[in-house]
């Protein structure tokens, strides 16, 4: 497999993909030779049981795991790696930074920085790794704020607004990053039921009018439906089964999918 | 430090509070103490910053910085800061020949000192931040520069200032050991007095009272500095 530079500007056949990809924790093994790609402008979503390590998928494309074996190729650069005299070395820091601005993501627990305001959270990105200036940096910050339907929480701190608003300043804050790829980490798991669903139409929102690559992690299985252009069944570091999500939701083929299923639907 | 007042004939009366003659030692002991809030405000100022430098350095994932810097720290910290002075005023001319006024040797003893502690205090409050900000901070591809300086510190430091604040505090009362080598500070203006009058009510009475009299308003200052960062919302 040969990397390509990354001042490559045509967009390539997958936007993200991990080539038998192997992460573990101790003797647990994690992600076991994941293959997987992702197509640009694709929305695919992983579910499956919690600790099956979906969420790890979206933590080392995030490169807050580094797997132990595998490539991880982002934009058509490598992410982990970096060509030297012909051979795929371990990268540098810098390298796996400009690799990674492609990258945002939304993560279950909001983690908003608490001691700045929602609009100094959201600009905070641009203007120090964008270079935006404050300007600049708040004039999109106030456009996302209106498309997440934020506008009267703009100077307020955190722990001064619910968790649904503080998931919709969390996702305000990716977007001002203007990525290729998003990533969602159960996003409404921390939230109370009611909370949840002004969080859904934000994503459902922004999956249909965005060509962004979302990779969704959720155990929301309708929003899954509703939303994805495919559908991972991911188990004990493996894809068990993939699809369409009308076609893994209502005919799942593998066993462990219709068990899984089954046990969620029904707790629905 | 030359004080001047002391004479041995003012030795008279001992056992009995002198207002004549502590009235006259004051201006001594005064500039004795404006010596040791020097001492104790430069020092701190070194200790606030090292201190933090080294808790950084201590979290460092190179070996060659993290495991020296943890020795020095805990070497420090086990160590008298009395021997600790004694070895910059006498080890230092004479094994290496570094001569330094006894005052800056004070000041970055104490700083040095002092830095060991704070340095501590900041790894507590780095602690204390949340992964999942850590986290973030990456999500947006911040460098290590900016992570610390726009998220972590500002989160970390607030939490550890009445740690922080007792530690001036304390290097405050630490800083007339000092004296031991050659600084006049308050004690050193003390001891001389005494031992040129043998009074030593009035003496080290005064100096206690000069004491109280910057650390009650620097407790205060601290407590005052609590309220106005601890909390940023």
């Known amino acids: 497999m040969v990397t390509q530079p990354e001042h490559v500007a045509e967009q390539p056949e997958h936007m993200v993909r991990f080539e038998a990809v192997t992460k573990r924790f101790g003797d647990h093994v994690v992600l076991d030779e994941l293959d997987l790609e992702v197509a640009p402008a694709e929305k695919l979503v992983i579910i499956g049981p919690s600790g099956s390590g979906k969420t790890t998928i979206l933590r080392v494309l995030m490169t807050l795991e580094r797997p132990e074996g595998g490539h991880v190729i982002v934009n058509g650069n490598q992410l982990y790696h970096t060509e030297r005299n012909g051979k795929l070395v371990r990268a540098r820091e810098r390298h796996i930074r400009a690799v990674r601005k492609n990258v ?47 506008t009267d929480c703009i100077d307020k701190y955190p722990a001064q607004i619910s968790g649904g608003q503080k998931q919709r300043v969390a996702i305000a804050r990716a977007l001002a990053m203007r990525p290729k790829v998003m990533l969602f980490d159960e996003v409404t798991s921390a939230l109370d039921p009611e909370l949840v669903g002004e969080v859904l139409r934000v994503l459902a929102e922004l999956a249909e009018h965005t060509e962004m690559t979302m990779l969704i992690v959720t155990h929301e299985m309708r929003f899954a439906e509703d939303i994805a252009d495919r559908v991972v069944m991911f188990d004990e570091g493996k894809i068990v089964e993939e699809g369409e999500p009308h076609e893994l939701f209502s005919a799942p083929r593998e066993e462990r999918t219709k068990t899984f299923l089954r046990a969620v639907l029904d707790r629905d | 430090m030359s004080p001047v007042v002391g004479s041995p004939v003012l030795a008279q009366g001992r056992g009995t509070w002198d207002w004549e003659f502590a009235w006259e030692i004051l201006p001594d002991l005064l500039r004795g103490m404006w010596v040791t809030v020097q001492i104790a405000v430069l020092g701190m100022g070194i200790a606030l910053v090292l201190g933090l430098v080294l808790a950084i350095a201590r979290r460092s994932r190179v070996h060659v910085i993290r495991w020296p810097v943890g020795f020095v720290i805990e070497f420090i910290r086990s160590t008298p800061l009395l021997v600790q002075l004694y070895f910059l005023f006498i080890v230092l001319p004479q094994s290496f020949d570094i001569v330094l006024p006894a005052f800056t040797l004070a000041v970055a003893g104490l700083g040095v000192h002092y830095a060991c502690y704070t340095s501590e205090s900041y790894r507590a409050g780095i602690e204390s931040v949340e992964r999942g900000q850590w986290e973030a901070a990456t999500a947006l591809s911040l460098s290590k520069a900016d992570t610390w300086r726009t998220v972590v510190l500002p989160q970390a430091v607030p939490r550890v200032i009445p740690a922080l604040g007792n530690y001036v505090v304390a290097s405050l009362k630490d800083a007339p050991i000092a004296s ?24 080290y009475t005064l100096a206690g009272v000069l004491f109280l009299a910057v650390s009650i308003p620097a407790a205060i200052g601290v407590r005052y500095l609590e309220r106005r960062l601890g909390n940023p919302t």
């Open chain 1, 104 to 150: 945002s993501m939304v993560f279950q627990h909001f983690n908003l920085f608490p001691h700045k305001t929602a609009i100094d959270n959201v600009t905070l990105g641009p203007r120090r790794v964008l270079g935006l200036s404050k300007d600049e940096a708040r004039e999109r910050a106030v456009e996302l704020f209106d498309e997440v339907g934020l």
């Open chain 2, 180 to 203: 031991a080598i050659t600084v006049g500070t308050v004690l050193g203006v003390a001891d001389y007095i005494q031992s040129r009058t043998f009074r030593s009510m009035e003496v």
